[in-house]
Each structure stands twice: as C-alpha cells, then as structure tokens.
C-alpha cells in the first residue's frame, strides 16, 4: 500500500508562487508516474500535470501550462509542483496520486493511490 502525503500549500497573493511536496512511502516511488490534480469548490477533481516514472515526460493541462512545473526526487521518494503566476482560479485542494503507466492522464479513476490534499487559496 502506498501512502502519500502532500504538503506546502497555502495562502498566497495573486502572481505569487507556491511549491507543493508530495512525499510517498510503502511502495517503489520509482515504479509509479505521479499526477497532480485539483478540486475547488463545487467542481469536480481536474487534472493539473504528470510525471512518468522515469521524470522524463511531463504533460501538463492547459490551464497551468508555462506556469507550473512538476519534478520528481526518486531518492527522496517525492514529487514536487511548483507553481508561479498565480491566480484566483487556481484556488483550490491540491491532490498528488499515483499510478502505472501514463496513458490517460487526466483520468482520475486511472490512479491507484491519493493523498489527502493540501489547500492552496490565491488572494486577488
């Protein structure tokens, strides 16, 4: 069973930047590609960014792409957003997951383990 544990989140003004950890444990971190994804209020859980196994391929949803940016330590067991230019719209719980392979990645019933999200809040 893997458990991950996201942390970093927080209040932040609008155009500022946050980086959120994602630390995991009870399973091979480098076997697994991790998601990021969101959920704000009333809205169903969104896609943000994956990382394959390998840290070689990344994809990112168009709402954040050329903003932020997802990284893995695979000696750390952690995988990382950083997040910059950002705005009311990215206000939101933040999920890291993990799964096999990347084939449909903004498919959230494709991951087979979630944390318990962080809270991130942009203030205008």
């Known amino acids: 069973q893997v458990q991950l544990v996201e942390s970093g989140g927080g209040l932040v003004q609008a155009g500022g930047s946050l980086r959120l950890s994602c630390a995991t444990s009870g399973g091979t971190f480098s076997r697994y590609a991790m998601g990021w994804f969101r959920q704000a209020p009333g809205k169903e859980r969104e896609f943000v960014a994956i990382?394959?196994?390998?840290?070689?391929?990344?994809y990112y949803a168009d709402s954040v792409k050329g903003r932020f940016t997802v990284s893995r330590d695979n000696a750390k067991n952690t995988v990382y957003l950083q997040m910059n230019s950002l705005n009311a719209e990215d206000t939101a719980v933040y999920y890291c997951?993990?799964?096999?392979?990347?084939?449909?990645?903004?498919?959230?019933?494709?991951?087979?383990?979630w944390g318990q999200g962080t809270q991130v809040t942009v203030s205008s």
């Open positions: 990382i394959a196994a390998s840290g070689v391929y990344t």
């Open positions: 997951a993990a799964r096999t392979g990347i084939w449909s990645p903004a498919v959230p019933d494709r991951y087979d383990y």
